[in-house]
């Protein structure tokens, strides 16, 4: 089946990827929070962190491509309001998945606990070692993922929703089999 209102192949890439590390990040997040320190939980950290790292990275590309090949036009059957609403969560959604790593690669400057991509390219801290701030981006850094998770839920509902009650092309539009634009 052609869909002559598809994403490109390579926005479908970016978006399942993303999805998949997001998730796992926000799955690992809430099992590393609770766990007591130990070699493990350090472990965690780091992967959480590179993985936070890798995210950084692929927004921009992402949104770099974005800008190249604009996303498909809403269907005309969605009513402008409830565009304006998919076209705000949207942005939302994009805000979130810069504004998220940056607060723990500030928190992370601020605890003194320096970033190292993959074990190997160290990041810069962006702050001093505080433990006062390092607590408040903790929380900041936690409130946000929290946002994430309500955004997530809602995102995947209206997919949803457009597929099996709309019955419009708004998730085909975005599924791997479905061909791309040119």
């Given at each position: 089946?052609i869909?002559?209102?598809?994403?490109?192949?390579?926005?479908?890439?970016?978006?399942?990827?993303?999805?998949?590390?997001?998730?796992?990040?926000l799955a690992?997040?809430?099992?590393?929070?609770?766990?007591?320190l130990?070699?493990?939980?350090?472990?965690?950290?780091?992967?959480?962190?590179?993985a936070?790292?890798?995210?950084?990275?692929?927004?921009?590309?992402?949104?770099?491509?974005?800008?190249?090949?604009?996303?498909?036009?809403?269907?005309?059957?969605?009513?402008?309001?409830?565009?304006?609403?998919?076209?705000?969560?949207?942005?939302?959604?994009?805000?979130?998945?810069i504004?998220?790593?940056?607060?723990?690669?500030l928190?992370?400057?601020?605890?003194?606990?320096?970033?190292?991509?993959?074990?190997?390219?160290?990041?810069?801290?962006?702050?001093?070692k505080?433990k006062?701030?390092?607590e408040?981006?903790?929380?900041?850094?936690?409130?946000?993922?929290?946002?994430?998770?309500?955004?997530?839920?809602g995102?995947?509902?209206?997919?949803?929703?457009?597929?099996?009650?709309?019955?419009?092309?708004?998730?085909?539009r975005?599924?791997?089999?479905?061909?791309?634009?040119?």
């Amino acid at each position: 089946m052609i869909l002559k209102n598809s994403y490109t192949g390579f926005a479908k890439l970016l978006h399942w990827l993303m999805a998949l590390v997001i998730f796992g990040l926000l799955a690992l997040g809430l099992v590393m929070a609770d766990m007591p320190l130990s070699p493990e939980k350090l472990q965690y950290f780091s992967w959480h962190k590179w993985a936070g790292v890798s995210i950084f990275v692929l927004v921009w590309v992402r949104l770099a491509w974005r800008a190249i090949n604009p996303p498909p036009a809403y269907p005309d059957s969605m009513s402008p309001f409830v565009q304006k609403l998919a076209h705000g969560g949207h942005h939302l959604l994009y805000v979130l998945m810069i504004v998220i790593p940056l607060t723990g690669w500030l928190m992370s400057s601020a605890k003194g606990v320096q970033t190292v991509w993959f074990g190997v390219l160290p990041i810069p801290d962006l702050l001093s070692k505080d433990k006062a701030l390092g607590e408040l981006l903790e929380d900041l850094h936690a409130s946000l993922n929290w946002l994430l998770m309500f955004m997530l839920a809602g995102h995947v509902a209206a997919a949803l929703k457009h597929h099996f009650i709309d019955k419009d092309d708004v998730l085909t539009r975005m599924t791997l089999s479905g061909s791309s634009k040119q």
